[in-house]
């Protein structure tokens, strides 16, 4: 669970200001202090980081999908099952024989495997 952070929004635009104001980092964290104990520098930097983007300067990009998701291939009415791209995929050559196993336990996938 993410924790509240221990400066506010007004806490966050003083401290931009001092930054820009030319402020030393060390003066800043010690003004920014909470019940005696002053920022430290890897406060200082994620405070500085969310002022900025709430300040405009900086924006969060979303990361980038590394797959546009699984494929789906369709059964036939006879029940066969054909993919084209299945020995790129896993490696295996054509004419390789598998045999189908049913699901164990709480899972419900069907797993390919392998006759040797």
Avoid: H
Avoid at 60 to 70: C, D, E, L, N, Y
Avoid at 91 to 99: A, I, L, N, W, Y
């Amino acid at each position: 669970m993410a924790r509240k952070s221990r400066w506010s929004k007004a806490d966050r635009k003083k401290l931009l200001k001092m930054v820009d104001d030319g402020v030393p980092e060390q003066d800043i964290r010690q003004a920014l202090s909470v019940s005696g104990r002053a920022m430290s520098a890897g406060e200082f930097a994620q405070q500085l980081k969310m002022a900025m983007v709430e300040a405009g300067r900086i924006k969060q990009a979303k990361r980038p999908r590394k797959s546009s998701g699984p494929k789906f291939y369709q059964v036939t009415a006879k029940g066969r099952l054909t993919l084209s791209d299945f020995a790129e995929i896993s490696g295996f050559k054509p004419g390789d024989k598998f045999t189908l196993e049913k699901p164990r336990g709480r899972s419900k996938a069907w797993r390919l495997v392998p006759v040797e």
